[in-house]
């Protein structure tokens, strides 16, 4: 006999957050407006620090079809790699003017998503190791049963990314640039596009983090 | 500090797979490829913090906080709780959002045209922030099922769908709180796509009769665990040494 250790409780199961999740979440989009403040896809004010950016881009089923009641959150750090939290060595310098956190829904006709930020510098990784820019995505849907966690990472930072600890855990080289975001500029604006595929042959990665 | 440790790994075996062909939209949503396990970095340990600022005094409120002319009809209830982590430690001051369809089973929301009509004084959704101890509390109507086109007769049992952040975004959880005793329940192919029968069972919630208010409303207690954090410290790892 051993001693026992100590019980661990379990986690709460996840459940879909199901058709309608833009009343809890995003009620202007569910079509009423009912919060003093609501969350937005807005994460850079005015005076943020950084490149400004959009991040667009569509997430696609198995039949290659645009889901088109996706909810997606992005959690960031500042354009000097700082994440406003205490974990962060560096929190208290973190650029006041970037909420470093945003959320939106898919177009219900298109399926487009997108996010205005400032591009991310790079965070420093474990063991002291630097990760490439990337924003944190989690994606949330009808028929999703656990939200997905995934990295969407810019085809740019070539040098960057080539030396990031997180790609270079992707077996398959062909399945890293799932998570990289292509740089288009539109009218004088930067434009990340970064398309999502739940299933299938050009599956983005997904991470148990 | 809780903040600077990392998350024990996720126990995927209390959560429903991504893959469950009776939840009919699960089948093209799935990924089929295996997740990629990560440790944790400051990505991942870190995440959102909300202040009141961006609470309104009425956001806990779902009979008053869309009454337009009146009270919104229907079975008046109280729903409390507590977010605790997996060592029972509660989570404090961390943003839980709510929102449900009205006493018949009608979401106020423009893709839903189910027959049973709107509430004008209910809008179905909600938000606070837990306190010190974790604690969250917030009034509302209890919903109705609803008819949903998964199979031909297929019903939602009556339930609040949850978000919860936690302290890192590797904590971030959405879920579904049912209610004690309705029959619907093990008939709900999102329920049973959680393969542990005792999970599937911390979903519902139980009458709480000592919390409801005599001549006024029932309760309900629902209790949310998120994922715990390792017990050495995480800066030591990120450092290397």
Redesign the interface.
Known sequence: MVQPL?A??????????????????I?HQ???K????S?SNVLAGPDAQGERILVEGRVF???N?P?R?VLI?V?Q?DAAGR???????RHASADPAL???GRTGSD?ETGLYRFETVKPGS??????RP?AP?L?L?I??????????T?LYFADETQANAADP?LN??EQASRRETLLARRETRDGTTVYVFDIH???DA??????? | ?A??RE??????R?????F?PE?K?????????A???????????????FGH??I?PL?NDLIL??AQDGQPIGERIIVTGRV?????RGVPHTLV???QANAGGR??????RYLAPIDPNF?????TLTDADGHYVFRTIKPGPYPWRNNLNSWRPAHI?F?VFG????Q?????MYFEGDPLIWRDP?VL??PDRA??E??IAPLDLDAAIPLDMLAYRFD?????RQSTV??N????N
């Open positions: 100590p661990r409780l379990p986690e709460t199961p996840s459940q879909t957050a199901g058709p309608y999740v833009h009343i809890g979440l009620p569910a079509g009423f009912i919060f003093e403040t969350f089923d198995g039949a079809e889901v009641d959150e959690w750090a994440y406003a939290h205490p974990a962060d060595p909420c470093g956190w219900f965070v420093v990784g474990r063991h002291g990760m990337h944190n989690w949330v849907a009808r028929g999703i049963n656990i939200g997905l966690q990295r997180v855990l992707i739940l299933q299938g599956e983005t990665v997904f991470f148990d983090v | 500090m903040e600077h998350f024990l790994q996720r126990d995927r209390v959560h429903p797979p991504a469950t939840y939209t699960s089948v093209l949503r799935a990924p089929r490829r997740l990629l396990s990560l440790q944790n970095s400051l990505s991942e340990v870190t995440g959102p913090t600022d961006a309104g956001d906080n869309y605790c982590d997996e060592h029972g959002e709510f929102w979401y106020r929301h423009r893709n839903d809008g179905g959704c909600g938000r769908h978000s302290s890192g975004f590797a971030r959880l959405i879920t579904q999102m796509g959680i999970a599937a911390r979903l949310i665990v998120l994922r715990g995480f800066e790892k990120l450092q290397g």
